[in-house]
């Protein structure tokens, strides 16, 4: 394990750039018993892992260029969809945290709700969906500006599908979650997942009210 002088956190090298980065902006993978290769989101299956630096391309050239069997050091099998399968795996987890806040509470939907709640000064988060209309976003942003509320982070990396099955309601557009540690859970997870795929899709980001 190699730790970063300034900070002494655990640091890995991307089998793809070289790069050392810490464990949070990286994505873990190990061998199954059958040498497939398997992605370890929580860090925790047992074995040697290797390491990719958590974006599409970067776990799409791992694959194409079979640089897992490097990492190994043995044979290992990749298939061919393992970039999006990640990406599917990382939507799964932040979604599944929207879920548990909803249940919890935490989140308001609906364009009315959302921005009383934004007058209340309640919104920790606001998430919209990367498919709604642009008018309704744009204008509940600006009221969000208008509130001088700056820490609020949007997050834009999902569709309304997306948002709709994880919170058990139909066409969710807008939502907004009060402040907790599920939110603040929520929100890390929306920002791996919107960094991972943010290469191909620059829109799809989770961003501050100041931008």
Not at 21 to 43: E, H, I, N, S, Y
Request: proline share 3%; glycine share 8%.
């Amino acid at each position: 394990m190699v730790k970063s002088r300034e900070t002494a956190e655990p640091i890995r090298t991307c089998i793809v750039t070289r790069a050392t980065l810490p464990p949070d902006a990286m994505v873990r993978f190990v061998l199954a018993p059958d040498g497939q290769v398997v992605p370890d989101l929580k860090r925790e299956l047992p074995g040697r892992g290797v390491w990719v630096t958590a974006e599409r391309a970067l776990v799409a050239d791992a694959v194409s260029k079979r640089l897992f069997a490097r990492g190994f050091k043995q044979a290992a099998r990749a298939v061919d969809d393992l970039a999006d399968l990640v990406g599917v795996l990382l939507a799964d987890r932040a979604l599944g945290l929207l879920g548990f806040a909803n249940r919890a509470g935490l989140v308001t939907t609906g364009f009315e709700k959302v921005a009383e709640q934004i007058t209340r000064r309640r919104v920790a988060i606001l998430v919209e969906a990367r498919d709604g209309a642009a008018d309704g976003r744009r204008k509940l942003a600006d009221k969000l500006a208008a509130s001088g509320q700056k820490e609020v982070e949007t997050v834009e990396v999902f569709t309304g599908e997306q948002l709709s099955l994880a919170l058990g309601r139909a066409n969710v557009i807008h939502a907004a979650l009060g402040q907790d540690r599920l939110t603040k859970a929520f929100l890390k997870a929306a920002h791996r997942y919107g960094h991972y795929v943010s290469a191909t899709a620059d829109r799809w980001r989770c961003r501050t009210v100041e931008e």
